[in-house]
């Protein structure tokens, strides 16, 4: 396929389109991804209008909590927990149920209106959806505002909806690139393994959280595969990573990001998901430094307090830059 030049694009059109629920052709997309940087205040202008239409200028406050640390059986090469990894992290078993709550409590006085629990493992046994749904029921009975997400590895259909029952409201599990890329940083399993946990989440009446990691050394045409992908897997929220590379892991030389790819990339998802929950995740405070204001005109959600093993923004400095950039801390109490 021939490559669309970014000026013969009609961002107005490209929003209309958007807004009418229309599918972005390919061309468009790549031509998104491959903006010039002198354009970039246009592109941001133009996908703020998608952005606004679903979410105002609210941004919602979203918590990590590492439930399980450093002994997962996979390999994915980015991961500091994976078995491959040499990264110097804590390695612990799933915390207790009591921990997992102080957890909860820690995101509320932390602004949050979503929790995630995330353990490193490849997935669950019937002891450990035991153990989290205990976790959920008792958090939801006393934080009833407070979203659930559970990020867990592969899932069952039967334990997706035990985890419903308990509470969870979304369950996590990233794309993490395009099929065809996948074998380059994941071995122990396949991107259709976590198709599946997909639509098993998705049949137990759960909203899906999956996204990806950008700089792992893929290509534009896998960066535009994976936003397509999040787009007609009907992903609810869309975690979006800078990739941050971590001494002792596979990508720890991987090449740096610019602000300026990362902008695009955000830009790019949310253009193919215009009412889906579009989050800057990992890696946001690392890739973006000074110009991570501006990625609040494509995602309307963001992590504070870490990443899991890497260091993030408390949630203070987050609020401080987001109302700096002229929008608004979602309320906790929001419906």
Same mark, same amino acid.
């Given at each position: 396929? !021939?490559?669309?030049?970014?000026?013969?694009? !009609?961002?107005?059109?490209?929003?209309?389109?958007?807004?009418?629920?229309?599918?972005?052709?390919?061309?468009?997309?790549?031509?998104?991804?491959?903006?010039?940087?002198?354009?970039?205040?246009?592109?941001?202008?133009?996908?703020?209008?998608?952005?606004?239409?679903?979410?105002?200028?609210?941004?919602?406050?979203?918590?990590?909590?590492?439930?399980?640390?450093?002994?997962?059986?996979?390999?994915?090469?980015?991961?500091?927990? /994976?078995?491959? /990894?040499?990264?110097?992290?804590?390695?612990?078993k799933m915390q207790t149920v009591d921990e997992l709550c102080d957890g909860a409590r820690q995101a509320v006085a932390s602004g949050a209106r979503r929790y995630c629990m995330v353990a490193s493992m490849r997935?669950?046994?019937?002891?450990?959806?035991?153990?989290?749904?205990?976790?959920?029921?008792?958090?939801?009975?006393?934080?009833?505002?407070?979203?659930?997400?559970?990020?867990?590895?592969?899932? /069952?259909a039967a334990q997706a909806r035990r985890l419903k029952e308990a509470g969870a409201g979304w369950i996590n599990h990233n794309l993490n690139t395009s099929r065809r890329f996948y074998p380059e940083i994941c071995t122990t399993h396949t991107w259709d393994d976590r198709v599946r946990t997909i639509e098993n989440v998705r049949a137990a009446g759960l909203s899906v959280c999956s996204g990806g990691i950008i700089g792992m050394g893929e290509s534009d045409d896998d960066i535009v595969d994976l936003a397509y992908a999040t787009r007609r897997l009907r992903a609810d929220s869309v975690p979006v990573n800078f990739l941050h590379p971590i001494a002792g892991t596979p990508l720890e030389h991987a090449s740096a990001l610019t602000p300026e790819r990362?902008?695009?990339?955000?830009?790019?998802?949310?253009?193919?998901?215009?009412?889906?929950?579009?989050?800057?995740?990992?890696?946001?405070?690392?890739?973006?430094?000074?110009?991570?204001?501006?990625?609040?005109?494509?995602?309307? /959600?963001?992590?504070?307090?870490?990443?899991?093993?890497t260091a993030g923004w408390a949630y203070d400095r987050t609020r401080e830059l987001i109302e700096r950039a002229g929008f608004e801390v979602e309320p906790q109490s929001a419906a």
């Open positions: 396929m !021939d490559l669309m030049d970014f000026t013969d694009l !009609d961002l107005t059109d490209v929003v209309a389109r958007a807004l009418a629920g229309v599918e972005l052709e390919r061309r468009k997309a790549q031509a998104i991804l491959n903006c010039p940087d002198d354009r970039l205040p246009d592109l941001l202008a133009a996908t703020f209008r998608v952005r606004a239409a679903a979410f105002g200028r609210r941004v919602k406050i979203c918590v990590l909590r590492n439930a399980q640390s450093g002994i997962c059986p996979e390999d994915c090469g980015y991961c500091s927990q /994976s078995r491959v /990894s040499r990264a110097e992290i804590p390695v612990y997935g669950p046994g019937d002891r450990e959806i035991a153990h989290l749904a205990d976790a959920c029921e008792r958090i939801r009975a006393r934080y009833p505002a407070l979203e659930l997400c559970l990020s867990v590895g592969l899932l /069952s990362c902008l695009k990339a955000a830009c790019l998802f949310r253009l193919l998901n215009p009412r889906s929950e579009v989050r800057a995740a990992g890696g946001r405070e690392l890739n973006l430094g000074a110009r991570q204001g501006e990625i609040f005109n494509a995602v309307n /959600s963001v992590f504070v307090n870490g990443y899991l093993t």
